[in-house]
């Protein structure tokens, strides 16, 4: 207590926690994998990885006034790709407990890195990763950086799918009602990789968004794999967010996801939607396909406003559209 700290007590007795940091398979892994640090008993898995605004669109097309920000779910996504990047065989099928404790910023535009931990534990017959994300920041006339706790999370593993016959009623047309892409972007602040909404509208008092067709590449190489679907997770979060901009006059960020479940749909597929309920003082949600087959669902969405709020002028569409 004295010294705050544990100090040689939780000290590894091996290098790198006694793993090879070379053999973990990096290149088939997805883009926020950087580099293993190490694997302890103490510490998890350690992942540190560089990210650069001016070449990865999740950064460049997420700026909040003029800052990149590393949209939560990306951290969502490093969380799935930590998880399972020792574990071949083992997928993720859950993500629960899910918190944004700060935003992320990359200050000035610049590159910078971040730490990813992973500590496993067993549970059943699925295994249970709980993630944090954490960015150090070296500030001038301070001696110690600063350590930030960005986001929190807990991945579920398993080593079959879930869900594959889940299925929801097909979703509905919105038959020319609602609001389209360019009124939403003309208030949100995300840019062309982020801009996933196609058209949202209600339906029966719940609002529902399709998902755009033909978007950029998110994130760079592009070959490097996505375990979570990153943007079918924002599709729900966005349309939650037109519906209260349009109900509420409230311009909501994700501050807590209690549940998400990932589902091996077989189906046509086709055109996405989002169907999404307000619950409470949260939101729940699904992403459906053509047919009906959800391939992810959200329970517990919750948002904390942004400072400012939304232009009034900016979003009277939206208030038109959420008011039908």
């Given at each position: 207590m004295v010294a705050g700290r544990l100090g040689a007590l939780v000290a590894e007795r091996a290098e790198h926690g006694g793993v090879d940091p070379e053999r973990f398979p990096i290149g088939r892994?997805?883009?926020?994998?950087?580099?293993?640090?190490?694997?302890?008993?103490?510490?998890?898995?350690?992942?540190?990885?560089?990210?650069?605004?001016?070449?990865?669109?999740?950064?460049?097309?997420?700026?909040?006034?003029?800052?990149?920000?590393?949209?939560?779910?990306?951290?969502?996504?490093?969380?799935?790709?930590?998880?399972?990047?020792?574990?071949?065989?083992?997928?993720?099928?859950?993500?629960?407990?899910?918190?944004?404790?700060?935003?992320?910023?990359?200050y000035?535009?610049?590159?910078?890195?971040?730490?990813?931990?992973?500590?496993?534990?067993?549970?059943?017959?699925?295994?249970?990763?709980?993630?944090?994300?954490?960015g150090v920041r070296h500030l001038a006339n301070q001696p110690e950086p600063q350590v930030t706790t960005h986001f929190v999370g807990t991945v579920r593993l398993a080593r079959e799918p879930v869900g594959d016959a889940t299925t929801h009623a097909a979703p509905p047309s919105p038959n020319g009602h609602g609001v389209a892409a360019d009124a939403i972007y003309g208030?949100?602040?995300?840019?062309?990789?982020?801009?996933?909404?196609?058209?949202?509208w209600l339906d029966r008092g719940n609002p529902v968004g399709l998902f755009a067709a033909d978007l950029p590449t998110d994130h760079v190489p592009a070959e490097r794999p996505e375990l979570v679907s990153p943007r079918l997770i924002e599709l729900i979060f966005q349309t939650a967010g037109v519906w209260e901009i349009g109900r509420q006059g409230r311009f909501g960020l994700p501050h807590r996801v209690d549940r998400i479940v990932l589902h091996d749909a077989v189906g046509p597929h086709g055109r996405l939607s989002a169907?999404?309920?307000?619950?409470?003082?949260?939101?729940?949600?699904?992403?459906?396909?053509?047919?009906?087959?959800?391939?992810?669902?959200?329970t517990g969405y919750h948002t904390v406003e942004l400072?400012?709020?939304?232009?009034?002028?900016?979003?009277?569409?939206?208030t038109r559209a959420m008011a039908d």
């Open positions: 892994s997805g883009p926020m994998i950087g580099t293993v640090a190490g694997m302890g008993v103490y510490g998890g898995l350690v992942v540190r990885t560089t990210l650069d605004p001016a070449e990865q669109p999740f950064l460049h097309d997420h700026q909040i006034d003029g800052t990149p920000v590393l949209p939560g779910v990306l951290g969502i996504e490093g969380f799935a790709e930590v998880a399972a990047l020792p574990l071949p065989g083992w997928r993720p099928v859950e993500i629960d407990d899910v918190e944004f404790h700060a935003p992320c910023k990359f000035r535009g610049e590159p910078r890195e971040l730490m990813i931990t992973a500590t496993f534990r067993p549970d059943g017959d699925q295994l249970v990763a709980r993630c944090r994300l954490v208030v949100y602040f995300h840019g062309p990789a982020f801009q996933v909404l196609e058209r949202a169907l999404v309920t307000s619950e409470d003082d949260g939101f729940d949600g699904q992403v459906v396909d053509e047919s009906g087959a959800v391939l992810l669902e959200l400072p400012g709020g939304a232009d009034p002028e900016r979003s009277t569409l939206l």
